[in-house]
Structure formats: C-alpha cells, structure tokens
C-alpha cells in the first residue's frame, strides 16, 4: 500500500480530508479486506477509530472502473499516480469529516488492511503527509 495524496475540500456545513492510498496486490488471488480500524492525528492528538461505530470516516473502493470516480478525483490522483497501469490495484479513498472552518495542514494515518488467507494478521502502515488545501 502506497500513500497518492491528500487534500482538504469544503462543503456546506463541513470539511471533508480525502486520502487516497493505492493497493497493488502481490498475487492473483489477492483478497481485499478492509480493516474498520483507523489511527490519526490531525494535529489535535492522536485518535483510533472504528469506521463502523461512527459516522466522521468514510472508505470507498475504486478498482478498474475509475469512470466512475469524478473527474476532479481522477485529474488529482493522475497528478501522483499512474492511472492506466497494466498491473492490476485498488484506490482507497477515506473521507475524514472535519469541522468547516478547520484547516488540517498535516495528518499522520496508521492504517492496515486484512490478510486475505488469514484474517488474524493485519499488515499496518503509518503515514505522515502534507494535506493539501483545496478548500475554494
């Protein structure tokens, strides 16, 4: 798993980080298992969270059908990523919701995904990133 890029949006009555990450799988049978565990720092203190028990975090999966990401999202990952790999990959997008008027300048993620032949193993990774502000 590789970090691609953040960035910060605004909406109406929030601000939305998007991390994408992008997932190669190392063999063909590869299984993908999201893990519901989150680690973060936004710069306010470290948090763990389960996805499942709240509503702040957000994941979606893009495989090969990147058409049905949006545009926007396409032209601000192919900045960072090759997008028409051969080789078969996920994007993981995770939306953190943000108070509106907060700007989160760096984040540090510690995120695994599940081992697909064995579900007790879960390989974690931590990030640290600038998050881009795209707040316009």
Same mark, same amino acid.
């Given at each position: 798993?590789?970090?691609?890029?953040? +960035?910060?949006?605004?909406?109406?009555?929030?601000?939305?980080?998007?991390?994408?990450?992008?997932?190669?799988?190392?063999?063909?049978?590869?299984?993908?298992?999201?893990?519901? &565990?989150?680690?973060?720092?936004? +710069?306010? +203190?470290?948090?763990?969270?389960?996805?499942?028990?709240?509503?702040?975090?957000?994941?979606?999966?893009?495989?090969?059908?990147?058409?049905?990401?949006?545009? =926007?999202?396409?032209?601000?990952?192919?900045?960072?990523?090759?997008?028409?790999? =051969?080789?078969?990959?996920?994007?993981?997008?995770?939306?953190?919701?943000?108070?509106?008027?907060?700007?989160?300048? &760096?984040?540090?993620?510690?995120?695994?995904?599940?081992?697909? =032949?064995?579900?007790?193993?879960?390989?974690?990774?931590?990030?640290?990133?600038?998050?881009?502000?795209? &707040?316009?």
């Amino acid at each position: 798993m590789e970090f691609v890029r953040a +960035g910060q949006v605004k909406l109406a009555d929030h601000s939305l980080v998007t991390v994408i990450l992008k997932v190669m799988p190392l063999t063909d049978d590869f299984k993908l298992v999201l893990s519901m &565990r989150v680690g973060y720092d936004m +710069g306010n +203190g470290a948090a763990e969270v389960d996805v499942e028990k709240g509503n702040n975090i957000r994941f979606t999966v893009y495989d090969t059908a990147l058409h049905e990401m949006s545009k =926007k999202l396409r032209q601000f990952i192919a900045a960072r990523t090759e997008l028409k790999s =051969k080789k078969n990959f996920f994007l993981l997008r995770m939306d953190f919701r943000v108070p509106r008027d907060e700007r989160v300048e &760096r984040m540090k993620l510690q995120y695994g995904l599940w081992e697909g =032949k064995n579900d007790e193993i879960r390989h974690e990774q931590m990030f640290d990133f600038v998050v881009e502000d795209a &707040r316009r």
